[in-house]
């Protein structure tokens, strides 16, 4: 386990559903992170939570809401997603330092498939 | 831009051989370089990273990486691989942003099969 939780880990939606994908690190870290892996694509990084304040959004379709009420969680809320949505969503945490060499710890991920 | 470079989609290996599983980088400035495995249906473990120092670093399960600056490389390596050891492997480097948060640059990562 590398104290970072994700739920749930499986979730099959219709285009038209709301659903959300929640995480929760144990860590004491002050950064959070979602991103995207799909089956023919590198890791995509969605969104970037730096101090519960978002300081990434990497051209993400507004179709994903993300929301980090604390630096503990961390949501992504779903809405009249696509089938090609369809892949794993990762989060992961890091404590933040001046230099960027702090590595990252991730969740088992949420696997999403979009009837 | 940063950017990482993973030659090869696949590495083959019989079971007690070395191992080497291949990366490049394109940086501006000192480089962090990092390793992740990801087992079928799992997250993504961290194995290791270079941040300055000597330039043979070791992680877990017994793996090791080579920093060289002048071939810009960051090979994972292994004297001995295991079975277990499929996975998928992902080579990162290290992007500084604002409000000092970073983000990972991935490589298209390396599916290693080691057979028995």
């Known amino acids: 386990e590398t104290g970072v939780t994700q739920t749930p880990r499986h979730l099959v939606m219709g285009m038209t559903n709301k659903k959300s994908l929640k995480c929760e690190q144990h860590?004491?870290?002050?950064?959070m992170y979602w991103y995207k892996q799909s089956a023919k694509k590198p890791l995509e990084l969605m969104f970037v939570y730096s101090l519960e304040e978002r300081v990434e959004n990497n051209s993400v379709p507004s179709r994903f809401s993300p929301e980090c009420p604390n630096s503990s969680h961390l949501f992504l809320h779903l809405h009249t997603l696509q089938p090609e949505d369809s892949a794993l969503y990762l989060c992961?945490?890091?404590?933040?330092?001046?230099?960027?060499?702090?590595?990252?710890?991730f969740g088992p991920g949420t696997r999403l498939t979009v009837l | 831009a940063q950017s990482v470079a993973q030659p090869e989609d696949q590495v083959n290996v019989a079971e007690g051989n070395p191992l080497t599983v291949k990366c490049t980088y394109s940086v501006s400035g000192n480089p962090y370089l990092f390793w992740y495995v990801q087992y079928p249906n799992r997250g993504l473990q961290f194995l290791l990273k270079?941040?300055?120092?000597?330039?043979l670093v070791k992680g877990s399960y017994g793996f090791e990486a080579e920093f060289n600056k002048s071939q810009t490389s960051f090979h994972l390596k292994k004297p001995s691989a295991l079975v277990s050891d499929s996975a998928l492997y992902f080579c990162?480097?290290?992007?500084?942003?604002?409000?000092?948060?970073?983000?990972?640059?991935f490589g298209s990562g390396t599916r290693l099969l080691v057979r028995p």
């Open positions: 990162a480097v290290s992007q500084l942003r604002r409000n000092s948060s970073y983000k990972l640059i």
């Open positions: 992961a945490s890091s404590q933040l330092s001046g230099q960027g060499y702090n590595e990252q710890f």
């Open positions: 860590l004491g870290h002050n950064a």
């Open positions: 270079y941040i300055t120092g000597d330039n």
